[in-house]
């Protein structure tokens, strides 16, 4: 599996793997360190702790690392009026008459609590090249569907401000 990033998503996760080996690396190893010195392993929360947040750092790293090698990049350059990636787009939603928000971004940093779509739901499938006034139909799954218009498209957004989703 290749995730679509940005060549500003693997920025940010070099440099989060770059503060995660030389910062928090040798702090979770001075807790180990510190963990230890207090005597009987068996019975000793802070150890298993520490080693615990110490495991979880070990993990990220390697996520991250294997996220940025087999990472598929994208270009999040898009023609203007044309909806591409990084760009805030306004829908209104027929069914429910209803007008909305999104900003559609590489998986990562996807958060449908903060409107941020991903280009491979289906609704950033859907938009994903469309121009301003373009009616089109989000297909859901096989049986449900629903058409969007395209309002407004802003390409000029920045994306400094998103953050890498945490698992």
Do not use: C
């Not at 121009?131 to 297909?139: E, I, T, Y």
Request: net charge negative.
């Amino acid at each position: 599996m290749y995730d679509k990033l940005t060549e500003s998503d693997i920025e940010k996760m070099k440099k989060e793997v770059e503060h995660r080996k030389l910062v928090v690396r040798k702090e979770a190893i001075e807790a180990v360190k510190e963990a230890r010195a207090q005597g009987d392993l068996s019975e000793n929360f802070e150890y298993y702790a520490a080693k615990r947040e110490k495991n979880m750092n070990e993990s990220r790293i390697r996520y991250l690392e294997k996220m940025i090698k087999t990472a598929e990049v994208v270009s999040d350059v898009s023609n203007e009026g044309e909806v591409g990636l990084n760009n805030k787009i306004t829908l209104y939603f027929e069914e429910d008459d209803l007008e909305e928000e999104y900003k559609l971004v590489t998986n990562v940093r996807a958060s449908s609590l903060n409107n941020l779509i991903s280009l491979e739901s289906p609704l950033g499938k859907a938009i994903m090249g469309k121009k301003q006034g373009d009616k089109v139909f989000v297909k859901v799954n096989d049986s449900y569907g629903y058409y969007v218009v395209i309002k407004a498209i802003d390409n000029s957004t920045d994306d400094s401000e998103d953050e890498i989703r945490r698992f």
